[in-house]
């Protein structure tokens, strides 16, 4: 089956005025931005005689269809290359939502490409910290904010794993302890849902290790909080500043991709990949990535 899910929080937002108060004027409000209507149009089409789960993933009408695409992507890859499996990465896990749809996808795309798909989560487990630069949006985002129930939530995660405390620490101390697992499945998915600028950029030194044998040489990227924002703060100027520094392992918007993507969706504007161009085998042909062959019609 197909989780339902709560709405989108792309769907729950209100950036130009008061909070909800019911009313006509409120479901206006929310049917005029694109997020409410792809995710209702989903809903519905998911209902429909003959759209089994297959057809729902095949079309994006999932919940957190960013998080299946990339979890499509990396196990395509890995299989590609040779992998047997693949690591999935949620940086900043809030209240479990997306941990948990992220663990499903794994299930659903393990299952129909043979690929093996770690689940793996960070948080610091207490709401956001303060913010320690002006560009960590202090205005938007204050301490305390989406705060995890913990017993909750690992009573749900199944075989995902979740990894409490300031990432600063945790995150090169599981890159260290887990060496062994992430040469076997390497990360392929990572969503940067971190709110802050300082934040993101210590979730980014995940691209920042010298050794290639965590990654994949391609690692898809959904940047969750890049709306509302510019590239100068938040999301936007991490992933600036990591380029500036990393020009061999850049990451940058996939151009063009709502056009190859069924029903046009506003989430496609917010997929990136990390180009790992020194990696050993970034070169390395994915077989069937693409059609290798363009012949002359009759």
């Not at 209507?37 to 759209?51: D, I, S, T």
Request: hydrophobic letters at 35%.
């Amino acid at each position: 089956m197909v989780r339902k899910g709560p709405r989108s929080t792309a769907q729950k937002g209100h950036p130009f005025g008061r909070r909800p108060t019911g009313g006509l004027a409120d479901v206006l409000w929310d049917w005029s931005k694109s997020g409410t209507r792809h995710a209702a149009r989903n809903r519905l089409l998911r209902k429909l005689p003959g759209v089994d789960t297959a057809t729902a993933y095949r079309f994006g009408l999932v919940e957190r269809p960013h998080y299946a695409y990339g979890v499509r992507r990396a196990t395509e890859s890995a299989a590609r290359l040779g992998h047997r499996g693949v690591t999935v990465v949620e940086f900043g896990v809030a209240g479990g939502n997306g941990l948990l749809a992220l663990a499903e996808h794994a299930r659903y795309y393990a299952a129909a490409t043979g690929v093996v798909v770690r689940v793996v989560g960070f948080d610091g487990g207490t709401g956001m910290p303060p913010a320690k630069d002006p560009r960590d949006l202090p205005y938007l985002f204050g301490p305390g904010f989406y705060a995890m129930d913990h017993d909750r939530l690992r009573a749900r995660l199944g075989e995902a794993e979740l990894v409490i405390g300031d990432l600063a620490e945790t995150l090169p101390r599981y890159l260290d302890t887990r060496a062994h697992l992430l040469r076997d499945h390497p990360v392929g998915f990572v969503c940067l849902d971190m709110d802050h600028y300082t934040s993101t950029a210590t979730a980014l030194d995940l691209f920042r290790r010298p050794g290639h044998g965590h990654l994949l040489p391609r690692v898809t990227c959904y940047l969750d909080d890049l709306p509302g924002t510019t590239e100068h703060i938040g999301e936007a100027a991490a992933i600036a500043d990591f380029n500036a520094a990393h020009p061999d392992r850049p990451i940058g918007r996939v151009l063009g991709l709502r056009a190859f993507t069924p029903f046009d969706p506003p989430w496609a504007d917010q997929i990136h990949v990390h180009h790992r161009l020194d990696h050993p085998h970034y070169t390395t042909l994915e077989t069937g990535a693409t059609g290798d062959q363009l012949p002359l019609q009759p």
